[in-house]
T-cell receptor
Framework: AQSVSQHNHHVILSEAASLELGCNYSYGGTVNLFWYVQYPGQHLQLLLKYFSGDPLVKGIKGFEAEFIKSKFSFNLRKPSVQWSDTAEYFCAVSRPGNTGKLIFGQGTTLQVKP | GAVVSQHPSRVICKSGTSVKIECRSLDFQATTMFWYRQFPKKSLMLMATSNEGSKATYEQGVEKDKFLINHASLTLSTLTVTSAHPEDSSFYIC????????????FGPGTRLLVL
């Protein structure tokens, strides 16, 4: 069965620090990869997604992620975080053409101190 | 972007009663919707796929008689938690892809259910 693992459960950073959140998945075939963000009191929003092509994907709000097929990883990065980035971050995968069903990782709570 | 709403946002009920949660796509049609459950400090777990005009498809381990799903129209899916028990207390979230773009989901704000 597919699974998604996020290594960092709770990350605390100061503003302007760089961010990298790890995500690994276990599935040998082709997958679609996503990062979602959930700000306090709000619904899940898509940060970025990878289906094919350039493995370095740029998303909203300065976030990017790199798909490394050999490592089954899709880590999320941001060079300089802001207090407003405080949120819960979820990595997710789906199989292409599989009606969009998402398998989520456990989530990472990011707390950015001003 | 597309908007998905849920109603109610939170509900408290007594053990043994049934609770209905609505999920609506406000500005687009969704032939398919998904229901997730989120436990505190944990990930979202896919419960079932709601299909307009046909039966829902449940994930392994999810009781279909416990969690009744009805996709009444192209913009509405309902999840009814029947004979609710305290262990059903959770955060229920629906999502819907825009028809023709199944890989991009729009999520509702969630419904907090507390069963006393």
């Amino acid at each position: 069965a597919q699974s998604v693992s996020q290594h960092n459960h709770h990350v605390i950073l100061s503003e302007a620090a760089s961010l990298e959140l790890g995500c690994n998945y276990s599935y040998g075939g082709t997958v679609n990869l996503f990062w979602y963000v959930q700000y306090p009191g709000q619904h899940l929003q898509l940060l970025l997604k990878y289906f094919s092509g350039d493995p370095l994907v740029k998303g909203i709000k300065g976030f990017e992620a790199e798909f490394i097929k050999s490592k089954f990883s899709f880590n999320l990065r941001k060079p300089s975080v802001q207090w407003s980035d405080t949120a819960e971050y979820f990595c997710a995968v789906s199989r292409p053409g599989n009606t969009g069903k998402l398998i989520f990782g456990q989530g990472t709570t990011l707390q950015v101190k001003p | 972007g597309a908007v998905v709403s849920q109603h109610p946002s939170r509900v408290i009920c007594k053990s043994g009663t049934s609770v209905k949660i609505e999920c609506r796509s406000l500005d687009f049609q969704a032939t398919t919707m998904f229901w997730y459950r989120q436990f505190p400090k944990k990930s979202l777990m896919l419960m079932a796929t709601s299909n307009e005009g046909s039966k829902a498809t449940y994930e392994q381990g999810v009781e279909k008689d416990k969690f009744l799903i009805n996709h009444a129209s192209l913009t509405l899916s309902t999840l009814t938690v029947t004979s609710a028990h305290p262990e059903d207390s959770s955060f229920y979230i629906c999502s819907a892809p825009v028809t023709g773009n199944q890989e991009t989901q729009y999520f509702g704000p969630g419904t907090r259910l507390l069963v006393l």
